[in-house]
């Protein structure tokens, strides 16, 4: 992935997105600017991971259900993967992943909407910057 070129750059100052053409040494300021990358190489990653989680919440509902309890190093192996398969459950890193992911989607529709409209209009600008705030929103894990 580190080869992906940015579609963007957030101003992490100014909340201001920036195409490369229009901020061309927005990639040796990272202080400054904030790369969007483009993620459609990971969709079907995020896919798979989110299939192997429902087989592994099925199955410890499953074992749950069949009266087994979670036991950390228990000798009963079902109580052992019960609690194994909890622990495997929580993503942090795929939720954050995630969250990141439908981030970017917003700020590139919000540098789409800001390319395309008349920015004249405080409506527009109030659009724009709300979807600012929702695409920070995602990325700290609130609903938007």
């Known amino acids: 992935m580190s ?5 963007g750059y957030l101003n992490k100052f ?7 053409e229009q901020q061309p040494g927005a990639d040796s300021e990272p ?14 990653l995020v896919a798979e991971n989110a299939a192997l989680k429902d087989v592994v ?5 499953n074992l749950y259900a069949s ?25 942090p890193a795929t939720d954050a992943f ?8 917003v700020d590139e529709y919000a540098l789409a909407f ?6 004249d209009f405080a409506c527009n600008r109030g659009f724009y910057h709300g979807a600012l705030d929702f695409a920070a ?7 938007g």
């Open 3 to 7: 080869n992906m070129k940015p579609a």
């Open 14 to 20: 100014t909340g201001m997105i920036w195409n490369p």
């Open 31 to 44: 202080e400054i600017y904030e790369p969007l990358v483009r993620l459609s190489d990971v969709h079907g």
């Open 57 to 61: 919440g099925r199955t410890v509902n």
């Open 67 to 91: 009266g087994y309890e979670a036991k950390q190093n228990s000798m009963h192996p079902w109580e052992s993967l019960i609690f194994e398969g909890e622990k495997a459950m929580s993503t």
């Open 98 to 105: 995630t969250a990141e992911l439908r981030a970017q989607g």
């Open 114 to 119: 800001r390319e395309n409209t008349n920015m």
């Open 137 to 143: 929103n995602l990325r700290a894990g609130r609903k």
